[in-house]
Each structure stands twice: as structure tokens, then as C-alpha cells.
């Protein structure tokens, strides 16, 4: 079975020592290295940063990116990660350039998916009440049009729910998704905001394929290090050394048909210290052990 398991190596997994929200989120590794790295571990996809796709365009362009790509076998792109596409005002005038960004090289790296976010409020970790309200019906209608801008430009949308923003329920996620209605949109499952979000693995079991557009693993303590935003940037595990159980997720999202890539999401501070190959290493050995156990 882990002979049909392709891995998606995600942004933060090969990043090396920068995380969200830090005072940069540009890879000190060139991206040429991240590449060969990943390949060289046996990821067939990698998951790529707008910020860092813009840094790395301005060097090389996003053609030789595009061959980087290619030339070391990986099939599957993805770009992260959109937000306050559904508001008003200079945060969506914001966001909307940003997406015209990161649509644009969705285009050029012939990218899988695009990844957005819900509401995170003017402070992730600590938001007003009224950010953690989700106007599904709004949403929705902002969703379904972000879906057809990235029709025309040849991929797909996937709305990831998180335990700090105004998405933290499967329900809720699925609700904006299904009134949307488009065919290129719909939710990618991770495992850390799934368990921190306090949604039961087996509710995934339970949805129709076409809801799931993304899936990513990871592990964490049994506790919550700090606030959820804290423990989301420093203290995810590897898969298989923490509490959360990757093969009860992995039982339970291909209970509901996804056969797609599998993204590897590591943001931790120990994990991002180590050596390039050792990441890449390292989280693809230990994300496909897991599936053995399934």
C-alpha cells in the first residue's frame, strides 16, 4: 500500500530556521537545494510560500523554477496561503492582490492547489470575539468566487480550518464549501487543527469525496504548548511522536475516498535547526511509516 502514497513535502517542512510570522518567511535555503533535497528523500510534490515563490521569481524566474521542478520529478505543486479573501475594504484590496500573485505562479508551476485560510483576526493568538464569528452564507460567495479566478488559471482552491480562526469546525468549513458549489473548491484536512480543533477523525470518515481536496500530517504533545498559535509555529511534531495518531486520520480521510498526495507539515522550532537533507529525511521516513500501520 505505501508503494501508492505520494508525499507532499510542505513549505515549513524544508524551509530550514524561518516560521510564520517570523521576521522573515523567505527559506535561507535556495531553492534549487530544497528541491533536490526533497526529491532526494522521496517526496514527489513540494509546497511552496508566496512570499518566498516572489523572492525566489525575482532571481531565477518562475520558468527555471519550473524545470527545478520538473528535472528532480515532482508532481505535485502547491501554493499557500491566502487570507481575508472573503472581507472588506484595504484587507480584501490586500488580499486581492495577493491573489492575483500567487494565481499567477499557480499558472506558471502549474500548481495542484492553492491554499487559503479563514478569519484570523487582528491578532492570531489573542482575537476579538467578533473575528471568530463565520459568516458562512458571505463566505461562501467570496469562496465560490475566488474558485473561478483560480479556474481560469488552472488549479484549485483548498480551505484549510484552523482551531485560532473563525473556521475551526469541520461542519462549518464543509457548510462554506458545499453553498459555494464550485468544482475546484474544496478543504484540505490536517490532522494538528483537526485533533486542536476538537473535531472527531471519524466525521471525516463520514463526508463525500469531493469534499477533500488536500490532506497533511503531522504530530503534536497531548497538551497544548502556549496558545494554539504558539504550539501551531514551534511544537508540531514528527509524525508518529506525539499524541494525535496518524493512522486513525489516515484510516479515517481515506474512509471517505481521497486518494490524492499527502502534504508533510512540520512547523518546529527543533525540527527547523536540523540540516537540510536530515528535514527532508526525516519527515518523509516517518509520515510513511505511518501508513503501515493503517
Not at 520558468?63 to 475594504?89: C, S, Y
Not at 485560510?117 to 458562512?136: F, K, N, S, T, Y
Not at 481560469?152 to 457548510?175: C, D, M, Q, W, Y
Request: net charge negative; charged share 25%; glycine share 10%.
Amino acid at each position: 500500500m505505501t508503494n501508492e502514497i505520494e508525499l507532499i513535502a510542505g513549505y515549513w517542512t524544508t524551509a530550514g530556521d524561518v516560521y510564520p510570522s517570523g521576521p522573515t518567511e523567505v527559506s535561507p535555503f535556495p531553492f534549487r537545494e530544497r528541491v533536490e533535497a526533497a526529491a532526494r528523500a522521496g517526496y514527489k510534490g513540494m509546497g511552496l510560500l508566496n512570499e518566498d515563490v516572489q523572492a525566489t521569481a525575482e532571481k531565477i524566474g518562475h520558468p527555471e523554477m519550473k524545470r527545478i521542478l520538473d528535472a528532480n520529478g515532482i508532481k505535485h505543486v502547491q501554493l499557500e496561503f491566502i487570507i481575508d479573501w472573503f472581507r472588506e475594504g484595504e484587507r480584501r484590496r490586500k488580499s486581492d492582490q495577493y491573489r492575483r500573485q500567487i494565481l499567477s505562479a499557480a499558472s506558471a508551476l502549474g500548481a495542484r492547489e492553492v491554499k487559503i485560510g479563514p478569519g484570523l483576526g487582528e491578532d492570531v493568538e489573542h482575537p476579538r470575539p467578533d473575528e471568530l464569528i463565520a459568516d458562512v452564507p458571505r463566505m461562501a460567495e467570496a469562496f465560490a468566487g475566488l474558485c473561478r479566478d483560480a479556474a481560469e488559471h488552472g488549479t484549485a482552491i483548498v480551505l484549510e480550518f484552523l482551531p485560532f480562526g473563525n473556521v475551526s469546525k469541520l461542519e462549518t468549513a464543509r457548510a462554506i464549501v458545499e453553498a459555494a458549489g464550485e468544482p475546484n473548491g474544496s478543504l484540505l484536512v490536517d490532522i494538528w487543527h483537526m485533533a486542536r480543533g476538537g473535531n472527531d477523525y471519524n466525521d471525516i470518515a463520514r463526508l463525500p469525496a469531493r469534499f477533500i481536496g488536500a490532506a497533511e500530517l503531522d504530530d503534536a504533545d497531548e497538551q497544548v504548548v502556549g496558545t494554539l498559535f504558539n504550539d501551531s509555529t514551534h511544537h508540531r511534531r514528527l509524525p508518529g511522536e506525539g499524541a494525535l495518531n496518524p493512522p486513525a486520520f489516515i484510516k479515517a480521510v481515506q474512509a471517505a475516498g481521497y486518494r490524492g498526495p499527502w502534504g508533510v507539515e512540520l512547523i518546529s522550532r527543533a525540527h527547523r535547526q536540523l540540516p537540510l537533507d536530515e528535514m527532508a529525511r526525516r519527515s518523509f521516513e516517518t509520515t510513511m511509516a505511518q501508513f503501515k500501520s493503517v
